[in-house]
């Protein structure tokens, strides 16, 4: 079993810059790739970024050039800094982690509340 706890959500005004963590523990060894998700309301969940094992790095092309996403393959963490945020950046994001070898399965973890205020 693997959990994700994310953490660093909250207010941020618009233009400023903010910062997610995710930690990841359990079965670390199963999990592949990582990434961040978001969901605003009366919207669909959507990606905002990817990064495999061996850190390629795959972005939503609204957050492209604003956003960076990294992991700590020691520590087990995903983070994301977000940078330039705007309005339509709020959401709740999600952390998600691929487990698993032959049959892979997505893990999610709580979701925190990132809000940009105009």
Same mark, same amino acid.
Request: hydrophobic share 35%; charged share 15%.
């Given at each position: 079993?693997? %959990?994700?706890?994310?953490?660093?959500?909250?207010?941020?005004?618009?233009?400023?810059?903010?910062?997610? #963590?995710?930690?990841?523990?359990?079965? $670390?060894? #199963?999990?592949?790739?990582?990434?961040?998700?978001? %969901?605003?309301?009366?919207? %669909?969940?959507?990606?905002?970024?990817? $990064? #495999? @094992?061996?850190?390629? /790095?795959?972005?939503?092309?609204?957050?492209?050039? /604003?956003?960076? $996403?990294? /992991?700590?393959?020691?520590? *087990?963490?995903? *983070?994301?800094?977000?940078?330039?945020? &705007?309005?339509?950046? @709020?959401?709740?994001?999600?952390?998600?982690? &691929?487990?698993?070898?032959?049959?892979?399965? *997505?893990?999610?973890? %709580?979701?925190?509340?990132?809000?940009?205020?105009?």
């Amino acid at each position: 079993q693997v %959990q994700l706890v994310e953490s660093g959500g909250g207010l941020v005004q618009a233009g400023g810059s903010h910062g997610l #963590s995710c930690a990841a523990s359990g079965n $670390i060894g #199963s999990i592949n790739a990582m990434g961040w998700y978001r %969901q605003a309301p009366g919207k %669909q969940r959507e990606l905002v970024a990817t $990064i #495999s @094992t061996i850190g390629n /790095r795959n972005y939503a092309d609204s957050v492209k050039g /604003r956003f960076t $996403i990294s /992991r700590d393959n020691i520590k *087990n963490t995903v *983070n994301l800094q977000m940078n330039s945020l &705007k309005p339509e950046d @709020t959401a709740v994001y999600y952390c998600n982690a &691929k487990v698993g070898v032959r049959a892979v399965y *997505n893990v999610w973890g %709580q979701g925190t509340q990132v809000t940009v205020s105009s």
